[in-house]
């Protein structure tokens, strides 16, 4: 079978996680890593496999082509040369999105406007046409270029990999489902561990947990743009999903628990959680973080505070921090990881320094993954 090119983007940050979930599925030709991007090798066959079994990656691509564009012929002529036809149908509804940084074709709109009608021409030669209707399959190309390099790739995703179909009510600024997935990988939790978010909101966290505790795929529930295309057999989307509720651990009884003042929250938790198909794996309860007890000797504490990412003033973020540092007093079995765009936070928590600070991204919000390891953790771990 042919071999393609397929580029897994992710939010800066994240590189390390997503190579690693791609090894795990299997996909041990990496062939770069760089800010924001893993190129590895492929077949068509894994399109759907990675959309769907993605946690962390914000969508995946497929490389076209690479090349020098110094000037708009040169740009023109080369995207001209590719064989766009493998995809794209002669009826297909082509977008094209564009970025430049750096370059001197630094005028976005006239990049894309080459690039849309470099890509009509082939496809009007190849299939000896003289108009693309473009009422069929969507198709959305980019043509970004890089210190003059361009990098045209078509998106096999649609909506970003981050929109599982879970969620009802997300709170003022949402944490991204696969931003949630990546604090629980970069954690210390596995599924036989003790979780609880004291400060669940709209649950992500917790949800992101249990899917992980039961392998469900995470794109079980949505479409992708890639579904329509010809050069896709159905057949490869139904294996693929098919294997995926195969894999589903219908055994494990994971211990996740999530703690919020809002009763309302607590209501959208609860339908976020079935939704998600894990209605049973994460027991929640309306309670004020000052009022939490942790009974047991160890476990896991992974959070978003609700002000850890859009920022309100001192009066009403730092009772959460003292309360939260009073939590876990006396509690050296207990891990903490939690993310805040508060640079101020471990200022505020007492108990001891960050063993690790690790800088990621809710969106454009830049934030801390502020890590404080619990003494049961293992010395190589940290």
């Known amino acids: 079978m042919k071999k393609i090119v397929l580029i897994a983007v992710m939010t800066f940050g994240l590189?390390?996680?997503?190579?690693?979930?791609?090894?795990?599925?299997?996909?041990?030709?990496?062939?770069?890593?760089?800010?924001?991007?893993?190129?590895?090798?492929?077949?068509?066959?894994d399109i759907p496999i990675v959309n769907l079994w993605l946690r962390t990656a914000d969508r995946v691509v497929i490389k076209m082509a690479e090349f020098k564009a110094l000037d708009f012929d040169q740009l023109f002529d080369n995207i001209k040369s590719i064989p766009w036809e493998e995809w794209i149908t002669k009826d297909g509804k082509?977008?094209?999105?564009?970025?430049?940084?750096?370059?001197?074709?630094?005028?976005?709109?006239?990049?894309?406007?080459?690039?849309?009608k470099a890509i009509i021409e082939r496809l009007k030669a190849k299939y000896n046409i003289d108009w693309l209707e473009e009422t069929g399959p969507e198709f959305e190309a980019q043509v970004s270029i890089y210190k003059d390099m361009a990098l045209l790739t078509l998106d096999t995703t649609g909506f970003g990999l981050h929109r599982r179909?879970?969620?009802?009510?997300?709170?003022?600024?949402?944490?991204?489902?696969?931003?949630?997935?990546?604090?629980?990988?970069?954690?210390?939790?596995?599924?036989?561990?003790?979780?609880?978010?004291?400060?669940?909101?709209?649950?992500?966290?917790?949800?992101?947990?249990?899917?992980?505790?039961?392998?469900?795929?995470?794109?079980?529930?949505?479409?992708?743009?890639?579904?329509?295309?010809?050069?896709?057999?159905?057949?490869?989307?139904?294996?693929?999903?098919?294997?995926?509720?195969?894999?589903?651990?219908?055994?494990?009884?994971?211990?996740?628990f999530g703690y919020d003042i809002d009763p309302q929250?607590?209501?959208?938790?609860?339908?976020?959680?079935?939704?998600?198909?894990?209605?049973?794996?994460?027991?929640?309860?309306q309670k004020d973080i000052k009022d939490l007890i942790l009974e047991e000797t160890q476990g896991i504490i992974i959070s978003n505070p609700p002000y850890g990412i859009k920022l309100?003033?001192?009066?009403?973020?730092?009772?959460?921090?003292?309360?939260?540092?009073?939590?876990?007093?006396?509690?050296?079995?207990?891990?903490?990881?939690?993310?805040?765009?508060?640079?101020?936070?471990?200022?505020?928590?007492?108990?001891?320094?960050?063993?690790?600070?690790?800088?990621?991204?809710?969106?454009?919000?830049?934030?801390g993954y502020y890590q404080y390891y619990s003494e049961k953790e293992p010395k190589q771990l940290q």
């Not at 800010?35 to 066959?45: L, P, Q, S, T």
């Not at 938790?269 to 309860?285: E, L, R, S, W």
Request: glycine share 6%; hydrophobic share 40%.
């Open 312 to 367: 309100s003033t001192a009066k009403e973020v730092l009772p959460i921090y003292s309360a939260l540092d009073e939590l876990l007093k006396n509690k050296p079995g207990w891990s903490l990881f939690l993310l805040t765009a508060d640079k101020n936070f471990p200022n505020h928590f007492k108990r001891a320094r960050p063993d690790k600070i690790r800088k990621l991204y809710n969106g454009t919000i830049e934030a």
């Open 265 to 285: 929250r607590i209501k959208d938790c609860k339908i976020n959680t079935k939704n998600a198909g894990v209605g049973n794996d994460v027991i929640y309860q």
């Open 15 to 45: 590189e390390s996680i997503v190579r690693k979930e791609l090894e795990d599925l299997g996909y041990k030709k990496i062939i770069s890593v760089s800010d924001g991007r893993i190129e590895f090798e492929a077949e068509v066959k």
């Open 165 to 256: 179909n879970y969620r009802t009510s997300t709170g003022e600024v949402p944490l991204r489902e696969n931003l949630a997935a990546a604090l629980v990988l970069l954690s210390f939790w596995k599924k036989d561990r003790l979780l609880i978010d004291p400060l669940c909101g709209s649950g992500t966290i917790l949800i992101e947990a249990a899917m992980i505790a039961r392998n469900i795929a995470p794109g079980l529930n949505r479409d992708f743009a890639s579904e329509q295309w010809p050069g896709i057999p159905i057949k490869y989307w139904t294996d693929a999903r098919d294997a995926a509720l195969n894999a589903i651990d219908k055994t494990i009884k994971p211990r996740i």
């Open 94 to 116: 082509i977008t094209v999105n564009g970025k430049s940084v750096k370059s001197v074709l630094e005028s976005v709109r006239s990049n894309q406007s080459i690039t849309k």
